[in-house]
C-alpha cells in the first residue's frame, strides 16, 4: 500500500492540474495539446486522464471542435464549497463602486496555493479596456498586481518558502524573477499596494490591494487594470488609496 502512495499522489497531482488548466482555459475551452503542454504532460496521458475526468462529469468535450471546457459535477462541489470560500456576495457592490469611481475594470481574485484564481469582474466605463484577466484565469503568486499584494502581505517565510517551490520567471520571463518581484514587494510594502506596469502584456497594467481574512491573513485582492495612459502617477496613487479603503471595508466586513 505504502509503495503505491507516490504513484497515486502523482496522478492526483496531474488530475489538479488539468483541471486548474481547464478552468483557465474557460470559457473558451482547449484542446488536448494546449492541455498536455499547460500541464507538461504527453498528449496521450492528458488524453487518458481529461476522458477519465469526463466519464466522472467533472469535464465536458465539445463534439464539434474537441476542445475541453469544465462539467457539471464541478458546479454541482462547487455550490456546496460556496458557503465556505466563496465571498462574491460581499464584494458585488465593492467592485461596482471601484469600477464606477475609476471608470477601470475592477476584479477580486483569491488565493489558492501558490497562484491567485480571478473569481468575480466588475466593466468600467472608460472604452479602451486591458484584457489580461477575466474570471477563471489563474496566475502564481508575484505575477499579476492581485497576486503581489496577497505575496507582499505574507510573513517573509512564507515568501522565502515560495521562492523556493516557485520559478516565475521560468513561464513569464526575466521581468519576474526572484529578485525583481522582491524589489515590488518592497515598493508594496512601502505604499500598501502592488502595481504591475504593463509586466503581462504590454500597455496594460494593474494595482491591487490585499483583502484579509478572519486570521489576519491576505486571502483575496481587490484590482483595477486599464491602458497605460489611465495609470499615470498621481492617478496611480488616487486609485491605490480607493483600493486600500474598499479592501479594509471589505476584510473588516468577512471578520463580522
Known amino acids: 500500500m505504502n509503495a503505491q502512495s507516490p504513484t497515486r499522489s502523482h496522478v492526483v497531482a496531474r488530475v489538479g492540474a488539468l483541471l486548474r488548466a481547464v478552468g483557465a482555459a474557460e470559457p473558451s475551452g482547449a484542446s488536448t495539446t494546449d492541455l498536455g503542454r499547460a500541464t507538461e504532460l504527453a498528449r496521450p496521458t492528458a488524453h487518458r486522464l481529461l476522458s ?59 488565493r489558492r496555493g501558490d497562484e491567485t484564481v480571478c473569481l468575480l469582474w466588475e466593466e468600467g466605463s472608460f472604452p479602451l479596456r486591458s484584457h489580461v484577466l477575466h474570471e477563471g484565469i489563474r496566475f502564481p503568486l508575484g505575477v499579476a498586481s492581485a497576486g503581489l499584494s496577497i505575496l507582499s502581505h505574507l510573513p517573509d517565510r512564507d515568501v522565502d518558502d515560495y521562492f523556493s517551490r516557485m520559478k516565475p520567471e521560468k513561464d513569464w520571463g526575466p521581468v519576474h524573477s526572484e529578485e525583481k518581484i522582491r524589489e515590488r514587494i518592497r515598493l508594496t510594502k512601502r505604499t500598501g499596494y ?42 496611480i496613487h488616487e486609485m491605490g488609496v480607493l483600493l486600500l479603503e474598499q479592501a479594509h471595508l471589505l476584510s473588516v466586513r468577512l471578520k463580522s
Not at 466519464?55 to 471542435?65: K, Y
Not at 470560500?85 to 475594470?105: F, K, M, N, P
Request: aromatic share 8%; charged share 25%; proline share 3%.
Open 194 to 235: 502592488a502595481v504591475n506596469p504593463a509586466l503581462i502584456v504590454d500597455g496594460s497594467w494593474g494595482i491591487g490591494a490585499a483583502v484579509f481574512d478572519r486570521t489576519g491573513r491576505p486571502a483575496w485582492a481587490l484590482s483595477l487594470t486599464g491602458v497605460q495612459t489611465r495609470f499615470r502617477d498621481e492617478r
Open 52 to 110: 477519465s475526468l469526463a466519464d466522472e462529469g467533472l469535464i465536458d468535450r465539445d463534439a464539434q471542435t474537441g476542445r475541453w471546457r469544465l462539467g457539471p459535477e464541478l458546479y454541482l462541489l462547487g455550490v456546496g464549497a460556496a458557503n465556505r470560500y466563496d465571498i462574491s456576495d460581499q464584494a458585488r457592490d465593492v467592485l461596482s463602486r471601484l469600477a464606477r469611481e475609476t471608470g477601470e475594470s475592477a476584479f477580486l481574485s483569491a
